[in-house]
Every structure is written in structure tokens, then in C-alpha cells.
């Protein structure tokens, strides 16, 4: 089995993180959280060069899930904390995250999926939580991101039945931000992240910063905090703008 059980490369601005384990449906392990914690760490010291990170999985889906035997076998608490902390930093990241869902998605894989600030599904895709199913309950952001993305009564529909759901479910209610034809899906997905890096890596990073420091505040405190703790122009403002007035003054 390769070694590598996450890849991360690079095209110009634009980062994709695999998950490399298909053969095992890309099954989550503490070994593929180590993995993808240094992919990550790389990139929280790289939101000048790289502005849009991908997280997709290898083979036939993102992934099924917390690998079952790795939680029949004993992970330690240090495991768990571990994975907990890889989530929330890939959820932090300074750049726009897209989790590219195919195939399965559930339970944990839905919860690194969770971490991704957009979620673009394809037909195929199929989301749950099934904690409930084998008696386990979440320790990787399930019960505070789900409730955030898709309201309190879905979330609690999704963690109490177990059901599945398909990439245009999932779209419906709010969870994908789009679901896309399979032939087509990843083809979908890079045109979405080529839309966003068309735009300054400075203000999505700053955007990002202030939707994760106001959740939770009231209104008051939230605007408050957008006057006084915004991050202002960015450093490209005025090669931006002298572009635009350029193709204004060629269309005149």
C-alpha cells in the first residue's frame, strides 16, 4: 500500500489535499490525520502563494468514514484529541476550503467534510451520520458544524435516523453548496475554485477571519467587530482597481 495516504499538490494558487487510501474506501486513521496535519501546517504559511485548498478523496468515494476496526482495536485519548485538533486546523486554514464530496461521506468523513467552508457534492455522493448506528458519539465537530449548516431540525433528523443522503439531497437542504452531474464533477469543482481565486487572496482570508470570530455574536457585537477588527485593503487594492478601469476605458 502506498505510504502516502495523503497527497497534496499544487497548481499555481490552487492546493488539492487526497486522501489516499482507496482501497480501504479512504477510511480515517490516526496515521492519515499526521499525514494530513503536515500537509496543513505547510499550508497555513503559504496564504500569500496558495488560495484555495480542494480536499477530495482517491478512488471511489471521499471517504466511508472513522475507520471501524481502528476504533474496535483502542485509540487513545491522544488519538482523539489529535483528530479533533486536525479538523479544526484544516477548518481554520487562512485559505477558502471546498471539500469535493463522491461517493460516501459519512460519519467522520462527513465531520473533515464539515471543516471545508463550501461542500460541492456530486450525484453519486452519499452523505450520513451514523453515529447512532454503532453506538458512538461525535468528538470532531458533528454536533456544533451540522446544526450551523443545515438548522437545528435537520441536523437532529440526520444524527437520529442514520439516514442516507444523495448529493442532490444534500444540495436541497442546504449541507452541499451544489451538486454536479459525476462525468462532470471534478471538472466543476476546479472551475468553482479558479472563480474564487480570481479574487484577492487578502480579502478571503480576511472574510473568512471575521465569519469565524463574530459566530455566535450578537448582531451589535458582530458589526462592531467588522468596523473595528476588519483587516482593511488589502496590499493588490490598486493593481485590482487600475485593471478594471483599463478594460472600462478599452470597452468605452
Known amino acids: 500500500m502506498n505510504s502516502d495516504l495523503v497527497l497534496c499538490t499544487d497548481d499555481d494558487s490552487l492546493s488539492v489535499i487526497t486522501l489516499n487510501k482507496p482501497d480501504k474506501l479512504n477510511a480515517l486513521d490516526s496515521e492519515m490525520f499526521r499525514q494530513l496535519l503536515r500537509h496543513i501546517e505547510r499550508l497555513e504559511q503559504l496564504p500569500d502563494q496558495i488560495g484555495c485548498v480542494v ?57 473533515l467534510a464539515l471543516a471545508g467552508d463550501l461542500i460541492l457534492a456530486s450525484q453519486s455522493a452519499r452523505f450520513a451520520d451514523t453515529h447512532a448506528k454503532w453506538a458512538l458519539t461525535p468528538i470532531w465537530g458533528m454536533s456544533q458544524r451540522l446544526p450551523r449548516r443545515v438548522g437545528v431540525a435537520k441536523a437532529r433528523e440526520m444524527m437520529f435516523t442514520c439516514k442516507v443522503y444523495d448529493g442532490a439531497a444534500a444540495e436541497s437542504m442546504g449541507l452541499a453548496n451544489a451538486c454536479f452531474p459525476d462525468e462532470s464533477f471534478f471538472d466543476e469543482v ?30 451589535s457585537a458582530g458589526i462592531a467587530h467588522e468596523v473595528f477588527r476588519g483587516a ?20 468605452a
Open 55 to 111: 480536499i477530495r478523496g482517491s478512488g471511489k468515494c471521499f471517504s466511508a468514514g472513522h475507520d471501524l476496526n481502528a476504533i474496535q482495536t483502542g485509540e487513545s485519548s491522544a488519538d482523539h484529541i489529535l483528530q479533533s485538533k486536525v479538523v479544526e486546523r484544516l477548518a481554520n486554514l487562512p485559505q477558502a476550503v471546498i471539500s469535493a464530496v463522491h461517493g460516501h461521506c459519512y460519519t467522520g468523513a462527513l465531520e
Open 190 to 219: 476546479e472551475k468553482l475554485a479558479k472563480t474564487i481565486l480570481a479574487n484577492s487572496s487578502f480579502s478571503i482570508s480576511a472574510l473568512k477571519r471575521l465569519l469565524i470570530e463574530t459566530d455566535g455574536m450578537p448582531l
Open 232 to 251: 482593511g485593503v488589502g496590499p493588490d487594492i490598486d493593481a485590482r482597481i487600475a485593471r478594471f478601469s483599463r478594460r472600462k476605458d478599452q470597452h
